[in-house]
C-alpha cells in the first residue's frame, strides 16, 4: 500500500516535472548565427548561441537534464539537498534550477573560478565551497553522504541523462534550424569536452537519427587535459596534474561520460590560440565570449580552411557556449592573460584569411 509521504513524493515530482518543462517551453530555442568569415566563398560557419538561455550558458541544457533524470530516478525530492562539483557554469545552471524547484543547492568549485560564476551561483541562492581543483571530486562525494543530500555528478550522469533520441536535443535544434540553408547538412560540428555529455549527445543523434549521414563530429580539448591523448590511445588510467585554464571543457582525468568512439577528429588547441580566437571573433560579433568558445572556435577555422581549399559548398556548426563578461577578470583582461604566460599574437595571423 502506498504511503502518505509516498504520495506526496510522487505529487512532488509531477509538480517538480511541470515546473521543468514549463520553463523549457518559454525559453524556447537558442539562435543559430551565421558568421561572415572574411575571405571564404565556399563554406558557410555557424554558431549555436547557447548563453542565450536563462542561466547563461550551454549548461541550461545538461542542467535542466540532470535535474529530470534525478527526479524520475527518484534521487531527488522536495527536501533533497543538491551537491554539484563544477568549474562553475554548470553550477549556475544548477543553482537555477535547484532555485526554481525551491531546493537547496551547494557547489563544490576550484579555487581559480571566475569570480563573476561565484556570484551567479550565489544569485541563485546556491552556496559555493572552493576548494584545491584536484579535491572536488572527494569533497562533493563526502557532503553528498550527509542527509537527504544527492550529488548530482555531472560528469557520471551526462552522457545518459540527456536524450539524444527525442526532438529537443542540441543536435535534433541544429538540423532543423539548418534546413533551409546553403548547406543544410554539416560537414562538421565543432564542440569542446568537459562532461561529454555534448559530444555524446550529438554523436549518438548522429547514428540514431540518419539525419547528418555526412556530418561529422570534432571535438576540441585545450591544454591540461587528458581527453585528446584518450581518444588517440584509448587509456582510461590518464591523469593531469594541472587544471585547464579553460572553464567548462578539458578535464585533468578521463571521464566516464566522454565516448571518444563517437568522435571523428579531435584537435588540441593551444591557450594562447583559443585567446586569439575570442578576439577575432569579437571583430566578426561584436561581442566578448568565454573561453571554450574560442577553443570551439579555433578547430572549427581551421576545418574551414581545409574544406575551402576543395573549392566545394560546405557548413561548419559550432556553439557559443557562455558570455564573455563572466571573464571579464580573465580572458578578457590583458593583465591576466600575461600572467599566464599567454601570446595570443602568435596565432592571429592563422585567422587572416
Not at 31 to 38: A, E, G, H
Not at 112 to 139: M, N
Not at 204 to 224: A, M, T, W
Request: glycine content about 8%; some cysteine; hydrophobic content about 35%.
Amino acid at each position: 500500500m502506498t504511503t502518505v509521504k509516498e504520495r506526496n513524493i510522487r505529487d512532488w515530482a509531477r509538480e517538480a516535472i511541470n515546473t521543468i518543462q514549463a520553463e523549457a517551453t518559454r525559453q524556447g530555442q537558442t539562435n543559430l548565427v551565421k558568421l561572415k568569415l572574411p575571405g571564404f566563398r565556399y563554406v558557410d560557419m555557424y554558431l549555436k548561441d547557447e548563453s542565450a538561455h536563462a542561466s547563461g550558458s550551454l549548461k541550461h541544457r545538461l542542467a535542466q537534464s540532470l535535474f529530470l533524470w534525478g527526479i524520475c530516478s527518484g534521487k531527488i525530492g522536495p527536501h533533497t539537498t543538491i551537491i554539484e562539483c563544477s568549474s562553475g557554469s554548470t553550477a549556475i545552471s544548477e543553482a537555477y534550477f535547484a532555485n526554481l524547484l525551491s531546493l537547496d543547492f551547494k557547489a563544490i568549485v576550484p579555487k581559480r573560478t571566475a569570480q563573476r560564476k561565484i556570484r551567479e551561483i550565489e544569485f541563485y541562492g546556491g552556496e559555493c565551497v572552493l576548494v584545491e581543483p584536484h579535491e572536488i571530486y572527494e569533497i562533493a562525494a563526502k557532503q553528498a553522504c550527509e542527509t537527504d543530500c544527492y550529488f548530482m555528478d555531472q560528469f557520471t550522469y551526462a552522457e545518459r541523462a540527456t536524450d539524444w533520441r527525442g526532438p529537443n536535443n542540441i543536435a535534433a535544434a541544429i538540423f532543423e534550424q539548418m534546413k533551409s540553408e546553403r548547406c543544410p547538412e554539416p560537414d562538421w560540428i565543432v564542440v569542446g569536452a568537459g562532461t561529454g555529455g555534448t559530444s555524446t549527445t550529438i554523436g549518438r543523434y548522429l547514428r540514431y537519427s540518419g539525419r547528418g549521414r555526412n556530418s561529422r563530429l570534432c571535438v576540441v580539448d585545450p591544454e591540461n587535459s587528458v581527453l585528446y591523448d584518450h581518444y588517440k590511445t584509448r587509456k582510461t588510467n590518464l591523469v593531469s596534474a594541472h587544471s585547464s585554464r579553460i572553464e567548462g571543457i578539458g578535464r585533468p582525468r578521463v571521464e566516464p561520460s566522454f565516448f571518444p568512439e563517437l568522435v571523428d577528429e579531435m584537435i588540441q588547441v593551444p591557450d594562447a590560440g583559443s585567446m586569439a580566437a575570442l578576439r577575432y571573433l569579437e571583430g566578426l560579433t561584436g561581442r566578448q565570449l568565454g573561453g571554450s568558445t574560442g577553443t570551439n572556435f579555433f578547430g572549427a577555422y581551421q576545418l574551414a580552411l581545409e574544406l575551402e581549399d576543395r573549392k566545394e559548398p560546405a557548413s561548419i556548426v559550432s556553439l557559443i557556449c557562455d558570455d564573455g563578461q563572466r571573464y571579464a577578470d580573465t580572458y578578457h583582461n590583458e593583465d591576466w592573460v600575461r600572467a599566464q604566460g599567454l601570446d595570443p599574437s602568435e596565432y592571429e595571423r592563422l585567422f587572416r584569411h
